[in-house]
């Protein structure tokens, strides 16, 4: 059985009051918390092994180098990627996804090409596409929702045709909380020569992730929504891909040797690093991933569905309030959007705040989708493996309590 108050006890920064309340922390599709033993694992690097990796040939780098090495080994396991070189360090899925758009442009994509995103997608795996679509003359096609508000897959699957070279696509919404079909999206572009590109900022930290079984050709995620630090990132790309890819960006570290006429790159995931990368936040990703591991993805997908299984009913029958996504308990991950007629966002974020909870308010870098939802700002819980039944119940009482207090005054 899941323990979440004893997990709990592994995050001192939840053990704190906010205005005279006890922390509710429901903001973790922004930021995960950091567990003790990842602050320790970055303050042990900090503290005795800190140097740059690769080039030093003393004691510290060596270290330093090891530290920084295993840490790909431990993502490359984590996601059961087939080749240690398919993971490249960078700063966060934003830096991933505009690496393999860049390399895409740089590449693969001609005027007339097509790319297919869909109306869900974050700014990240929007703009980076919007942009070279216009400045290669490239068509940008969008996958509709359905009237659950989820991924119209026949209507996407439609639109893939022998122009798309690109499928770029959330794993998990970050405002609706839905599961797209990856390997259905997967089977179709590759079936007529295209990449399918996918985020998977908001999948990786809560549920097994497989990349060779869902046959993505690029994945990428980020450090700080699965326990690790800010600033640290994944792309991962299949090898025979990025062999055959040059880099987009240029510097030391990435090179086997330079003339004034020329440059000879490195092999693989090197030619894609350049520059001195985040060691200390490459340590503590794989501190976090060891620490997700133990506890194991599979209880803490099983974990979060019992909290969305227990909560999202009781909010769909409070009156006067939107709730966004499936209302399907079994078809909604822990982000939970929703509306309280007629309080603006920010107002109930603000309300929340005073009574301790943290939620998110705004568009959530995903414009385009709140304009297809009819609205221009939503609040935003989302839940993880260390928040209670009880917190469920706090989140429950604290919107009615906003509901009396901008009714009532």
């Not at 990796?53 to 330093?64: K, M, P, Y």
């Not at 396991?77 to 490249?88: D, G, K, L, P, S």
């Amino acid at each position: 059985m899941f323990d979440a108050d004893a997990v709990r006890q592994d995050f001192p920064i939840l053990d704190q009051m906010v205005f005279d309340h006890p922390l509710v922390y429901l903001d973790n599709g922004a930021s995960a918390q950091m567990p003790q033993v990842v602050i320790e694992a970055v303050s042990d690097y900090h503290l005795n092994h800190h140097s740059n990796v690769h080039r030093g040939a003393h004691t510290l780098s060596g270290r330093a180098t090891d530290l920084y090495e295993s840490a790909r080994d431990t993502v490359q396991n984590f996601i059961h990627a087939a080749y240690r070189e398919e993971i490249i360090f960078t700063s966060g899925t934003t830096h991933s996804l505009n690496l393999v758009s860049q390399v895409m442009a740089d590449q693969v994509l001609q005027a007339g090409d097509e790319i297919l995103i869909s109306e869900m997608e974050h700014h990240a795996n929007l703009i980076p596409w919007q942009q070279i679509a216009k400045k290669k003359g490239l068509t940008l096609k969008r996958i509709p929702l359905n009237e659950n508000e989820e991924l119209d897959l026949a209507e996407g699957l439609e639109l893939i045709n022998e122009k798309t070279k690109v499928v770029a696509i959330a794993h998990v919404s970050n405002v609706l909380g839905v599961v797209n079909p990856i390997k259905d999206l997967a089977d179709a572009v590759h079936a007529v020569g295209g990449y399918l590109v996918v985020d998977g900022a908001q999948a990786v930290p809560h549920m097994p992730v497989d990349v060779q079984e869902l046959d993505a050709d690029f994945y990428a995620f980020s450090g700080h929504k699965m326990c690790g630090p800010t600033g640290i990132g994944i792309l991962y790309g299949r090898k025979e891909l990025l062999e055959n890819f040059s880099p987009v960006f240029y510097g030391g570290e990435m090179i086997n040797r330079v003339t004034f006429e020329e440059s000879h790159w490195k092999e693989i995931p090197y030619k894609f690093e350049p520059g001195t990368p985040n060691i200390s936040g490459a340590v503590g990703l794989a501190a976090g991933i060891d620490y997700l591991s133990k506890i194991g993805l599979e209880k803490i997908q099983a974990y979060e569905q019992a909290l969305v299984d227990y909560v999202l009913p009781q909010l769909l029958n409070i009156e006067g309030l939107t709730v966004y996504g499936p209302k399907d308990p079994s078809r909604h991950t822990g982000v939970i959007s929703f509306n309280i007629d007629p309080v603006h966002p920010h107002d109930v974020a603000t309300v929340f705040d005073s009574r301790g909870v943290a939620i998110r308010a705004g568009h959530h870098c995903a414009e385009p989708l709140l304009d297809v939802l009819g609205t221009r700002s939503t609040a935003r819980a989302s839940f993880y493996f260390y928040n209670t039944f009880e917190e469920a119940d706090r989140l429950i009482e604290v919107i009615n309590k906003t509901k009396e207090f901008f009714t009532y005054g």
